[in-house]
Each structure stands twice: as C-alpha cells, then as structure tokens.
C-alpha cells in the first residue's frame, strides 16, 4: 500500500514538473493549424476512449436458478418478455467452433474488422452495385446487438467497425464471444445459447452435441428458420454445409461428421423445466429480475419428490385435502437437496398451488414435543423410562386431552412421545417451564415465536404457537448435526443450529472450526431423544401401520393442528431431514388430515428414494452415565426399590430425583393385610417393597396394567392412625386455586360444573362438603354436579376411615 502511494506521487511530481511544462512548451512552439489539428485529434481519442458504455446491454434477464450441477430447475421470463438468460462467462468449444466458421474465421486473428472480408465485400458490392456481402464480424454483431438491430444503412456499419474496434481493446477474445453467445437471438422470444439449448433441447450448452452446436451458431443470422413447420429443410441445409466445413478444417472427423449430419432438426421447442417453481419465485422476488443462482438443489431428488407429492395429491385430493409441501435437507452441510413449496402440475387448478408452504407459519401440532423430552433429559430433569402422569388435567381453562380422549394414568417419557400423547406432554411442561421451553424454542432458531410465553402458556407444546416447515426442519438438522459433531469431532454447540443454506457457494459452515462445547441439547438427551422417535406409533385407531415399514432406521414425528387444519411429519436419520406438510393452504380442515394418516405415508415415500443409509447415530458414551433406575418407575432407584436396573442415561441424569413411588409396607404374615406396630408386634410382620402411585394415577394405570397390585387393605382394628399416611384420595377437580366460570344457562339459573375425586380403593365411599356443608356422597364413580354462588369457596372430600381432602377454588362471574 506504502509503495503505492509513493509510486503515485512520484507520477505526479513528475507530469507536473517535468513533462507538462515541456509538452506545454513544445505545443507553444506549433502553428496555429497544428494546434487545431491537435485539438481535434485529442477530442477525436477522448470520445473514443468514451465510446464504449459502462454496460454494454442493459436489458432485462431472466431470473434463473440451477441445481449445484448446473441442470437448470426454472426459468421466470424477463421483464421486456424474452427468455433471455443471464450472461454467460464461458462459451461451450463446440459452439464457438462452429460460430467462429460460420461467421468469422479470422475472429481470432483481426482487430475487430476483418480487412480481407472487407475488401472482398467492397469488389463483390461494387461488382454486382449493391450490398451483397456482409462482411460483418462477431464484435461488430456484438455491437449491432447491443445498438439493438438499428438500420443496415452503410454509416451504420462504419460506425459498427468503430465501436468494434474500441470492442476489442476492452474485451478479450473469449469475452466478445460470451457478449455474442449471451445476446444473439434464437428464435421466438428466446436469447442467447443457454435458453436456447434449453429451449430446443433440454440440456445446458456444453453438453449440445456438433450437430445441434452449428444448428444453434446458424441461427442467430435467420433465426426465424427455427419455427417448426417453415424452412426445416432450408435449415438443415446450412446446418450440413456448416458441419461439412468444420469436417473440412479437421475440427471433427470423418465419423462425427456422418453421424452428426443425420441428426433430426429439433420439433417443436420444449418448455423450460419447472423443478421448483416456488424456489424460483423465491429468488425472482428477492433479486427482483437478472439472477442466475447456482443451488443447492439435487435435481434428480427434486423430480422424484415432486412425483412423489403429486402422486399423493391425486388421493388427497379426493377429501379435498389440496396442498402438501416438503422439504429435505442434507444433515451434515445443512443443503437444501430438495425444495417443493408445494404441489403443482397439470391438472391442478385453483387450489393455492402458487402458496410456498414451506415458508408459510402454521400451527404446530404435536412437532415440538420432542423438543421439549431433550431440554428436560439435557438439564436432568427427566429420564428415558420416567413415568409421567398421564391423568385428567385441567389449568384454568386449559383442559388437554389424549388423541384417544383417554388415559394412561402414567406413561415412561419416552412412550408418552413416541405415543405423543398431550397430558403428559403438558404435564412436563409445567415442570419445566413455559417461559424456559419458550426461551429454548426462540434460541433453536423458531423465528415465528414472536408473542410473549404468557400469550403461548401451557398449549405451546400442543400447536399453540405457529412454526414454518421451513425453520422446524432446520431445528431437527441441527439436532442429527450436534449429534454427529460431538460422536465425529469430540465437540458440539450453539453453531450446529443454522438456517439451511439454499445457495452453493454460500455454505460456509466448518464444524471442526467451531470449537468449544457448549450444547443447546445435549448429545445424550439427543440420541435417547431419537431412540423415542424410533418408536413412534400410530393412534390406536389407525389401520393399515405396517405399509409404512422401511428397511432403514427413521427417527420421525408427526403433528396434527387443531381442527385438523395441518398435518405434519418430520423424520431423520444421520444424514437427511426430511419435512412434510400436507392441508389446504387457505387453512380449510378435513376429516383425516392428521399427521400420520396424510403426511406420514408421504414421508416414508421420500425416505424410500434417498439414498439408504444404513448406520444409524452412535451412542454418545461420553456424555452417558451408567446409573441404577428403578424397574418400576423409571427414577433413580431408591433404597425402597425392589426391582432396579442399571442402565445408561444422560451424564446430568443423576441430577434427578428418585424414585417417590416405592414405598417399605409391613405386612402380617399371611402378606394379605398391612399391619401396624399398634395392632401388631414388629416380630411378626414382614416389611415389604411396593410399588404405590398417587391415587389418580393408580386409578388409570391399574385397568391398563394388570401387573399393577394395589395395596392389600390394613388389617381389622389396624387402620385409623397409621404411622405411613398413604394418600387415598385425590381431588382430580377444581385444583388448588382454580378460577371457574360457570356460564348462566339459558333459563338464567347458573350453569353446573362437574367436581371429580378417586379413591383409592374401589369400593370406598366419598363425603363431600362445601364450605362444611354436605352436598352428596359417591361410591365407585365419584363425581358431583354443582352450581356454587361466585366467590371463594372450599371443598372437602372425606372417606370412611377419615381421610380428608381440600382445596380452595374461585367461582367467576359471567362478566
Ligand atoms: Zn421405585
């Protein structure tokens, strides 16, 4: 840099000092004519050097995408109307050979003009009195292109030379050849060689072969001879005579030349190929015209996605189910392979097919859960086979139900995702925490979450908040990523989550540049995250489950909206992502547009024709811990615990709890009766481990688990005052502080609300009281219509032994 400026102030120094007052002193010296004749040649080089405009051509381009190969996926016309593409930087041999034959065969060696076609034109024109000859060379048709086609007059072909001239001082040889092969026409609306050799032959221009290469360098001089149905013959004419010279000059030999004259002159032009018309758009709109963008895309894997789509769009379609949308993205680089915004073809009409779904926020269904298992196993607040209550739940007016409307009581974690069952789901997110889970969401890159955690609550893990396929394919990429990062380089972080790259050449993603270990998910609740989508199964009521059977592994979920309005599916293995929306764009619901019925079949199709891969993820032992859990319940075992196991589990797994639900019993000897040390001496009873779940819990899980033993009763004159207080009875609603509007009916009296309770055992009866007041009592189904006035009341349950229950809950007013 220092020697550069140096060197330009010497330059200056030297024109003022030295060679200005010379020339200054020389130019005084000179006649008066001279000095006209001077200034007139200085004026004639200035505009010369200016003849030439900064752009050459300033026309519209077409916008223009290509697979990472160079197949072109679209085209979108320029605005002026012309399938003109955008310049090209290199001319295929084969073209440039048979243009430079048939047009200018001194183009290498000449300045611009060609002085032996000129003085032969001028003999011929004076010869037969008028313009027989053209004598033009490809930089003066680079010029008369770019002066759009003016008039043929003989000032206009000086003027041509002149400009061609300046052409060839600012040009290289090869770049005068691009200008031609960019901006020559072709027929119809079509320009320039690569719409061309799309246009009549569907392939890129450097791989025409020698017939359709000269078919294509004759055009440009009459390029209405392509037209099908006129002058066919004439244009196979002087396409063998072109190709019978190139034989001549030994640029192809003998065999070529018969082969390639026998070629057929191409019917009917075809239509440029529409791979991905909403990537197209997509790039059209953000480069507002003039774009050729190399992709990312796999051209062959993009047809077959969009076949396989259209293939489920003609049964869809059917249920008016209209739309579908999906997207797969390789794991490692984070590529789009395959973009389809949506369905389109033929034979659809008016159905949004133009709507880029993939871009598109819609609500999320059931898709996030698994997010929510890893964050929970990342922290250490849960473990793979954890039971989690699975029991009718209702939070303010927030009330979830299972798919099935039924419960479990309690399910492992990693049933209830693989089951994607939504009381336990929201169960966990209590636990965990909205405004956390919201927080994780918005750092995984879900750039849709815009409300506060408040607007969102609770139903944020069942499709209470909107997601793009787009950026929820990206979040499950970047989990395979992290996964594959830490098992392939030792470390993994934040940077594994990235949007998805769409353009080649744009990747600059280097995994083993980004040291430091510092995961958003860690690589244990990963894999053990994955192993549960393994799992994934159908609702119990859907049939035919085994069509989707794969030879590979696939870790998958599916998402359902309320109101049937989106199904989703979403599946991975160590290498690709692939992401599925199927509905109406217009957000109409059908029957039967659920995630496993509608998108779950398209998924299994896509994973089908990709390439198998056979490995799945490895175990990410560093990060796994061997810990003794409790056969029962899925906790770190307790000294209670009769049954463990030791198994691997997250290295922040021994952060969690053990397990509450074994409790010591003492039994009398014939082991029917619990006892106590006031009804029975300790030498007699035997101490036993049981397995015991809270009594909501134990009312569901024991008709669904027939090895679940309730606790044998006490032994008469043992009950009473027990030293181990078991909890018989649980008040399943109101919870503790509720807040209940009861709507007025349309006779104006209050509206009832249902209070419900279980007990224990089955044949106890409940008393219940509100505000100490006797309202009923139940036995076996227990649950009591209302109608308390508004305001703060407290509801007592009571069992025959005494055992009592309260909570305190708030009846609203109708305003
Ligand atoms: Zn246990």
Request: net charge negative; aromatic share 12%; charged share 20%.
């Amino acid at each position: 840099m220092k020697y550069n400026v140096f060197n330009i102030k010497q330059l200056r120094n030297w024109f003022l000092t030295d060679f200005l007052p010379t020339i200054s002193k020389k130019i005084k010296k000179l006649s008066f004519q001279k000095k006209i004749f001077l200034a007139i040649s200085l004026l004639l080089f200035i505009i010369y050097l200016f003849l030439l405009p900064k752009n050459l051509f300033t026309e519209p381009y077409s916008t223009v995408i290509e697979d990472n190969n160079g197949v072109l996926l679209g085209a979108h016309i320029s605005k002026d109307g012309q399938w003109r593409f955008p310049e090209t930087d290199s001319v295929p041999y084969k073209f440039e050979q048979s243009l430079v034959t048939f047009e200018d065969k001194r183009f290498f060696y000449h300045f611009g003009i060609d002085l032996i076609a000129v003085a032969r034109s001028t003999w011929l024109n004076v010869k037969y009195m008028g313009v027989v000859s053209g004598a033009s060379t490809i930089s003066m048709q680079v010029i008369r292109l770019s002066r759009k086609n003016r008039n043929r007059s003989l000032w206009e072909k000086v003027i041509e030379m002149i400009y061609a001239t300046r052409l060839e001082l600012k040009y290289s040889k090869r770049e005068i050849l691009a200008l031609y092969a960019s901006h020559a026409p072709f027929g119809g609306n079509v320009v320039g060689i690569e719409a061309a050799a799309w246009r009549y032959f569907g392939r890129k221009p450097h791989e025409l072969s020698w017939a359709e290469s000269a078919l294509l360098a004759v055009l440009p001089n009459s390029p209405a001879l392509i037209h099908p149905g006129r002058n066919r013959e004439e244009l196979r004419v002087k396409r063998n005579k072109l190709l019978k010279q190139l034989f001549e000059k030994e640029i192809i030999d003998e065999e070529t030349y018969e082969l390639a004259v026998e070629e057929p002159i191409p019917d009917e032009p075809d239509d440029f190929p529409q791979l991905a018309p909403h990537l197209l758009m997509y790039f059209h709109a953000q480069n507002n015209n003039s774009a050729k963008i190399k992709t990312t895309i796999q051209a062959d894997i993009q047809s077959n996605l969009n076949e396989i789509l259209y293939r489920h769009y003609l049964e869809l379609s059917e249920n008016e189910i209209n739309n579908l949308a999906a997207l797969i993205i390789d794991v490692e680089t984070g590529n789009v392979i395959a973009y389809t915004g949506n369905v389109w073809g033929e034979n659809i009409q008016n159905n949004n097919c133009q709507v880029d779904v993939i871009r598109a926020n819609r609500s999320t269904g059931s898709i996030l859960k698994p997010f929510l298992y890893a964050a929970m196993l990342s922290d250490g607040q849960l473990l793979p086979n954890a039971l989690v209550p699975d029991i009718p739940t209702i939070m303010g007016d927030f009330a979830p139900q299972n798919y099935n409307r039924g419960y479990d009581g309690a399910v492992p974690a990693h049933r209830a995702i693989a089951r994607s069952l939504n009381v336990p789901a929201v169960r966990l997110l209590m636990k965990y925490s909205v405004a956390k889970f919201h927080y994780l969401l918005k750092r995984l890159g879900m750039s849709s979450i815009t409300k506060p955690p408040d607007y969102y609550g609770l139903s944020l893990i069942l499709g209470g908040c909107e997601g793009s396929l787009w950026e929820i394919a990206s979040v499950y990429a970047g989990m395979a990523r992290s996964l594959n990062n830490f098992n392939n380089y030792g470390f993994t972080n934040e940077n594994d989550y990235f949007e998805p790259f769409l353009v080649k050449g744009e990747n600059d993603y280097a995994p083993e540049e980004k040291m430091g270990n510092n995961p958003i998910l860690s690589p244990a609740a990963l894999w053990f995250t994955f192993e549960a989508m393994l799992e994934v199964e159908r609702p119990e009521d859907e049939a035919n489950w085994q069509s989707f059977s794969s030879s590979q592994k696939i870790a998958w979920k599916t998402g359902t909206s309320f109101g049937f309005r989106d199904a989703w599916a979403i599946g991975l293995n160590k290498k690709y992502v692939v992401a599925v929306w199927v509905g109406n764009a217009n957000g109409v619901g059908r029957p039967d547009l659920v995630g496993v019925k509608a998108a779950a079949p398209v998924l299994f199709d896509i994973f089908d024709f990709l390439p198998s891969v056979n490995n799945w993820f490895k175990e990410p032992l560093n990060d796994m811990i061997e810990a003794t859990v409790c056969s029962k319940s899925g906790f770190l075992a307790s000294t209670n615990c009769e049954f463990t196991q030791e198994m691997l589990v997250p290295s922040t797994g021994s952060r969690f709890e053990s397990c509450p639900y074994c409790q010591i019993i003492h039994l009398d000897k014939s082991e029917k009766f619990q006892v106590s040390s006031n009804c029975e001496s300790p030498d007699n009873m035997i101490h036993k481990s049981w397995f015991v779940l809270p009594p909501a819990m134990e009312w569901y899980f024991k008709s669904r688990n027939a090895t679940y033993t309730t606790l044998p009763p006490f032994k008469e004159g043992c009950n009473g005052n027990m030293e181990n207080t078991t909890n018989n009875i649980e008040i399943l609603y109101p919870t503790e502080g509720i807040q209940i509007f009861v709507p007025t009916e349309l006779d104006e009296t209050s509206g009832r609300t249902i209070f419900r309770a279980v007990h224990r055992n089955a044949n106890s009866v409940l008393y219940w009281h509100i505000d100490n007041n006797f309202i009923g009592q139940t036995q076996q189904l227990h649950q009591v219509a209302v109608a308390p006035d508004k305001g703060w009341h407290t509801l007592s349950v009571v069992d025959e032994s005494g055992e009592r229950k309260t909570v305190k809950f708030l009846i609203l007013d109708e305003d």
